[in-house]
């Protein structure tokens, strides 16, 4: 979006930076320590009826993408850096070149995760839900100290 003239706003967010992180923080913090509390469950003993299907999961993932904040602003801060047009040829293909980038990581991601996913016992997903909650933590815990420190 950013690249095809939504720069108000993202001129909007960086003039609210500071309270982004305020907020930023405080929800990093919980999501952390939500994470870091969740016990895995199972999911051979889950109803497969009541799973979503993929072209759903993907287009709420690319529906989440497209309207996060730091999506628009890295996007802003992309085109800026690279003084790309927003009406040119440029911003086009190096918006495709970002979709078909990020679509690559998406599917060699999840393909090493259903690889691997026999391997994962309950336990190591709790160590994993552990470590990510501290580590998500712990990142909302400095963009929170950046803020407060203005």
């Given at each position: 979006?950013?690249?095809?003239?939504?720069?108000?706003?993202?001129?909007?967010?960086?003039g609210?930076?500071?309270?982004?992180?305020?907020v930023?923080?405080?929800?990093?913090?919980?999501?952390?320590?939500?994470t870091a509390r969740?016990?895995?469950?199972?999911?051979?003993?889950?109803?497969?009826?009541?799973?979503?299907?993929?072209?759903?999961?993907?287009?709420?993932?690319?529906g989440?993408?497209?309207?996060?904040?730091?999506?628009i602003?890295?996007?802003g801060?992309?085109?800026g850096?690279?003084?790309?047009?927003?009406?040119?040829?440029?911003?086009?293909?190096?918006?495709?070149?970002?979709?078909?980038?990020?679509?690559?990581?998406w599917?060699?991601?999840?393909?090493?995760?259903?690889?691997l996913?026999?391997?994962?016992?309950?336990?190591v997903?709790?160590?994993v839900?552990?470590?990510?909650?501290?580590?998500i933590?712990?990142?909302?815990?400095?963009?929170l100290?950046?803020?407060?420190?203005?």
């Amino acid at each position: 979006m950013a690249a095809f003239g939504l720069t108000v706003v993202s001129d909007t967010l960086v003039g609210q930076a500071r309270l982004l992180g305020l907020v930023g923080g405080l929800a990093l913090i919980y999501v952390g320590q939500r994470t870091a509390r969740t016990r895995p469950t199972d999911s051979t003993r889950t109803d497969p009826a009541g799973r979503r299907g993929l072209a759903r999961a993907y287009a709420s993932i690319v529906g989440l993408t497209l309207t996060n904040p730091l999506t628009i602003l890295i996007f802003g801060a992309l085109f800026g850096g690279l003084a790309v047009s927003s009406s040119g040829a440029g911003a086009a293909s190096l918006t495709v070149g970002v979709f078909f980038g990020s679509t690559s990581w998406w599917l060699i991601l999840t393909g090493a995760v259903a690889a691997l996913r026999t391997h994962l016992t309950l336990r190591v997903l709790r160590w994993v839900n552990l470590v990510s909650g501290i580590a998500i933590a712990s990142f909302g815990t400095v963009v929170l100290a950046v803020a407060i420190r203005g």
